[in-house]
DNA sequence: CAAGTGCCTTTATC
DNA sequence: AGATAAAGGCACT
């Protein structure tokens, strides 16, 4: 099956599935090959052209966000040179609409781990837990549901090499199986009420938050605020915090509770309704050329 | 090659 | 409120 993008219409596969919002692609030759629910599946841009098997043209619109408006997307985040510089480079990179369930367990295990490390815990999450499909060649695996997860012994977590963040894993699949917490429900609330609800599982801050609300609950004014983009902020946007502010900022290891907040509602103000956006082409821009 | 640094942070404690 | 420490282990230099 294929889709084929009108120009007025940007996306950039390669820079979407690489730039750190999700982890579970994998590309061989010129196809990516992944697992999205149940199924395995493999997808391939030529130019202006999407090729796909394993799912329908109605999952690839949605899951990539093609019904994202990215040029009047631009127009609303394009406040400066920084960010024009990311916008021009990256174009056409786009957020995904991710599962909630899988994208929550990813970023509680990203939580103070580089992005390949990242991507080992949940393969082996996956091999460990998930049922294994086939595509082409490829095997493939599903990733795991709550209840499996719930079920799993810390030391079995362990192994997967989660660390410290195994024990967050099993309490919140636990939640989630009982319904203490419903995911789905979060996407009809407000930002900052679901923002409140996510951030009662354990191992859940308010970064992992952010980026569960961005990248899986249509939170697209959600503005994660990690290491990158704190140095962003710093390079960049000093001049809009108080000079001590941007003091304490530079000295200290961690970011407090507040200076988190503060740092995000600055991404909400100052670029909009879309500062998600925004957060992912300065995250990967300054990734790119630090 | 060994050792050091950094990692899309959260939580506990003072 | 704000500072500080601890928490796996892996990848990269």
Redesign the pocket.
Known sequence: MKIQLSPSRPFNLDFTLC???TFRWEKQGDWWYGVVGQAPCKIRQTGKTLAFEGVDAGFVENYFRLDDDLPEIFSRINKDRNIEAAISEFNGLRILRQEPWECLIS?IC?????????K?MLANLSRRFGEETRKDTQILYTFPKPAKLAKAGLHEL?AC?L????K?VSETAKLVRENTLDLERLEKMAYAKAKQEL?S?????????D?VLLFSLEKLQAF?V????RRAILKYYARYFPKEFVK?LSA?????????EKLGSFGREYFGDYAGYAQ?YL??HE?MHH
Do not use: F, M, N
């Open positions: 730039c750190g919002q970023y990203a939580t103070y781990k580089s992005i390949s490390a990242i080992g362990l090499g660390g410290y963040r195994a967050y951030t599982l354990p191992g859940v801050g308010p970064k992992v938050a980026c994660p990690d290491v990158w983009i304490r200290q290891e961690s970011l407090s509770s507040s200076g988190y992912e995250y990967h990734r």
